[in-house]
């Protein structure tokens, strides 16, 4: 079997929503497919009124195909401080043609005020290791780990685009969606995440700088979070480029177009080239002339954070078969 579904851009990329299809009769939620975590939970009749604002709800009452796990809790934090909490039901999901029968749904009963404030976001569909799975007392499978066995092959992609929709497929490599070869890299799945290492980077025309970063493919996370070292050395190409504290960031003039940022992928020789215009992630202010930068830095985190800046320049396999991160350009 095969599947796959639409990946819709937020604001400024922010996170690319997807819609999901939970129960019988079907009831679509739009979710945020993340690599970087493994909790498959939606906003539902069980969230508190006041921590919902114009998402949709899920409701298992609504759903022939429902059965609560009697007993069975969930609670997740994530890196950047959000939160939420739930109870567990099984239930039929869907993800275009590709169907898991008995699949962990887990239904909020809390969510921190950043899930409240994103009305568009009904959930999160957690692909990453069933390691990272918060359900208690017995972690459940994620949707990837349920489909596997059923899947043409044991892989899905993710085709994130700057600005205009792409494509999570699961099953099958779409020949169409991608340039030259797909080069692909061992993954360390022992912290859960899809974690791999590029060999270093290059900055606008400048020469390939061979430094380890290792890091994780997460299209949940918005920016792409790398060591200082390469941060600073990117930022100290731009005149204007400086570090602001009250944003907690760095921030540059949105024109000139600042330099592309290359990252390596293997020892081939091949990279993925974002365009410049990738780091102009947002303006600051009003006037328009100052943007927040799309590559901050990873400190505290322990590990870079490959997100949609970096994902939206390239097509991805994440192949749960052998374990391997595909990189192509596009
Ligand atoms: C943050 C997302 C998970 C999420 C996505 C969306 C949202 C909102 C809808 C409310 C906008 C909140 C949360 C990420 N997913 N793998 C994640 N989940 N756990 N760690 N990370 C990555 C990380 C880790 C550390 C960091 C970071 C990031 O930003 C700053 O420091």
């Not at 079907?26 to 921590?51: A, Y």
């Not at 020949?175 to 859960?192: E, H, K, L, R």
């Not at 410049?276 to 990873?298: M, V």
Request: glycine residues 12%.
């Amino acid at each position: 079997s095969t599947g796959g579904a639409v990946a819709t851009p937020e604001d400024h990329d922010v996170e690319y929503l997807t819609p999901v299809s939970i129960g019988t009769p079907e009831q679509i939620l739009n979710l945020d497919i993340d690599t970087g975590s493994s909790d498959l939970w939606v906003f539902s009749s069980e969230t508190s009124r006041s921590e919902v604002k114009g998402q949709t709800l899920y409701d298992p009452s609504n759903s022939s195909t429902a059965q609560k796990l009697e007993g069975y809790t969930w609670s997740i934090s994530y890196g950047d401080g959000s939160s939420s909490a739930g109870e567990v039901y099984l239930d039929t999901v869907s993800i275009g043609a590709l169907t898991v029968s008995s699949q962990a749904v887990e239904v909020a009963q809390k969510v921190s005020s950043e899930f409240t404030s994103d009305s568009n976001n009904d959930g999160l569909l957690g692909l990453g290791f069933g390691s990272l799975n918060t359900v208690q007392p017995n972690a459940q499978k994620t949707f990837f780990d349920n489909a596997m066995p059923a899947l043409d092959s044991p892989v899905f992609t993710a085709d994130l685009k700057a600005g205009i929709p792409g494509r999570y497929n699961f099953g099958y490599i779409d020949p169409n969606a991608y340039t030259g070869n797909i080069t692909y890299v061992s993954v360390d799945d022992s912290q859960g995440f899809w974690d791999w290492t590029s060999p270093g980077y290059a900055i606008g025309s400048g020469s390939f700088e061979n430094t380890t970063i290792k890091g994780i493919a997460d299209t949940g996370t918005s920016l792409l979070l790398l060591p200082s070292s390469v941060v600073s050395a990117y930022y100290g190409k731009i005149s204007g480029a400086k570090y602001d504290s009250t944003q907690a960031g760095y921030v540059l003039p949105c024109s000139p177009t600042p330099p592309d940022f290359a990252f390596g992928v293997g020892d081939d020789g091949a990279a993925i080239v974002l365009p410049g215009k990738y780091i102009n992630y947002a303006p600051t202010g009003s006037s328009g002339t100052t943007c927040f930068g799309g590559i901050q830095g990873d400190s505290g985190i322990g590990f870079a954070i490959f997100g949609d800046v970096a994902l939206k320049a390239a097509f991805v396999v994440f192949d749960g078969g052998s374990k391997t991160l595909g990189w192509a350009s596009k």
